[in-house]
């Protein structure tokens, strides 16, 4: 079975800062993962998703994760943060079946 | 695209009642999901759809939960009777399952808000 582990619960950042979202799995078999973000009063969507390749993947808005295989992380980054991205983000696995497995989310805060 | 409708997206009802959430899924798409948020158990899978089928429902909670897929542009999930501790979002996500298993996007509705007074 997987399971996902988002380390911060919430994460308060100034304006304009870099910001790292924790995330590690768990899992005995390859795994493909994917980071979601959910603003205020919508539904998820996809940040980006690695699913196998380079490690490094860049998705929309700025943001980007790293695949560590020896770690069992996906931390997501970015480097210079808006207003606009203050949202709830989920780091989310599959093993390859039809059920993925979200984290509990960090709300990200933005702070003027 | 209109993108994955629920409606309605607010639901205010009575404990006991019948509650009945509406889900369309992007035209194509051939798997379909429900699932439940709430701040204490995060984000829920309650059951599962692959061309209108149902694949897996052992994440409903119990038997007042029903959730049906008449055909490949609509879904119903039912509570029946209702209960205060049913009180959550209830999101529908869609996908084209065209690749290998897991790898596809999840395109979720905007949630439907349900509080069971």
């Known amino acids: 079975a997987q399971s996902v582990t988002q380390l911060d619960s919430q994460v308060p950042v100034f304006e304009e800062a870099p910001v790292e979202l924790r995330c590690n799995y768990s899992?005995?078999?390859?795994?493909?993962l994917f980071w979601y973000v959910q603003y205020p009063n919508q539904g998820l969507q996809l940040l980006l998703k690695?699913?196998?390749?380079?490690?490094l993947v860049k998705g929309i808005n700025g943001f980007e994760a790293e695949f560590n295989k020896s770690q069992t992380s996906f931390h997501l980054r970015k480097p210079s943060v808006h207003i606009s991205d203050t949202a709830e983000y989920f780091c989310?696995?599959?093993?390859?079946?039809?059920?993925?497995?979200f984290g509990a989310g960090t709300r990200l805060f933005v702070k003027a | 695209d209109a993108g994955v409708i629920q409606s309605p997206r607010h639901e205010v009802t009575e404990m006991g009642q019948e509650v009945t959430l509406r889900c369309k899924p992007i035209?194509?798409?051939?798997?379909l999901f429900w699932y439940r948020q709430t701040m204490m158990r995060g984000l829920e899978l309650l059951i599962y759809?692959?061309?209108?089928?149902?694949?897996?429902d052992s994440g409903m909670p119990e038997d007042r939960f029903s959730a049906k897929m008449p055909n490949a542009s609509f879904s119903t999930l039912k509570i029946q009777p209702s209960e205060p501790r049913d009180s959550a979002v209830y999101f529908c996500?869609?996908?084209?399952?065209?690749?290998?298993?897991?790898?596809?996007?999840?395109?979720f509705g905007p949630g439907t808000r349900l509080t069971v007074l």
């Open positions: 759809f692959n061309n209108n089928v149902p694949i897996d």
């Open positions: 690695y699913l196998s390749g380079s490690t």
């Open positions: 899992s005995s078999v390859s795994v493909y």
């Open positions: 035209s194509g798409h051939n798997s």
């Open positions: 996500a869609s996908v084209a399952s065209g690749g290998a298993w897991g790898t596809d996007t999840q395109y």
């Open positions: 989310a696995v599959s093993a390859g079946g039809f059920k993925t497995i």
